[in-house]
């Protein structure tokens, strides 16, 4: 099986876990030189908030997309969007990546700025 495969079986589980605990969930994608994070419905067909390294915002802030620093600043994005969106509590959906470098950047980002998961 290859990386992307196993990689892909993994976050299925994942979401079919969160989807059975009926949990609003904030999903996280990463390419190599971007990361994105959404907060979706309980339901799977809305996103509430949105954050990455393509914003305006983000962008001025930053040199490079695809570091933890980048992922720092995307997870304290998307926490003050959820925040604003009356969002305190969700499910981190790592999409099957491994929870390290800029996926945890980003988690404990979020965390230290008002988001529980």
Not at 52 to 65: A, F, H, M, Q
């Amino acid at each position: 099986m290859s990386n992307v495969n196993s990689r892909l079986r993994r976050a299925r589980k994942t979401r079919a876990k969160i989807a059975e605990l009926k949990a609003i969930r904030l999903s996280v994608h990463r390419s190599n030189c971007h990361i994105y994070a959404q907060i979706i419905a309980e339901t799977g067909d809305k996103v509430l908030a949105s954050a990455s390294t393509l914003e305006v915002e983000v962008r001025k802030d930053i040199k490079n997309g695809g570091n933890i620093a980048a992922a720092a600043l995307v997870g304290k994005r998307i926490a003050e969007k959820a925040k604003a969106a009356g969002i305190t509590t969700v499910a981190f959906d790592r999409s099957g990546y491994k929870y390290h470098g800029r996926i945890k950047a980003l988690a404990d980002a979020a965390r230290e700025h008002g988001l529980s998961f």
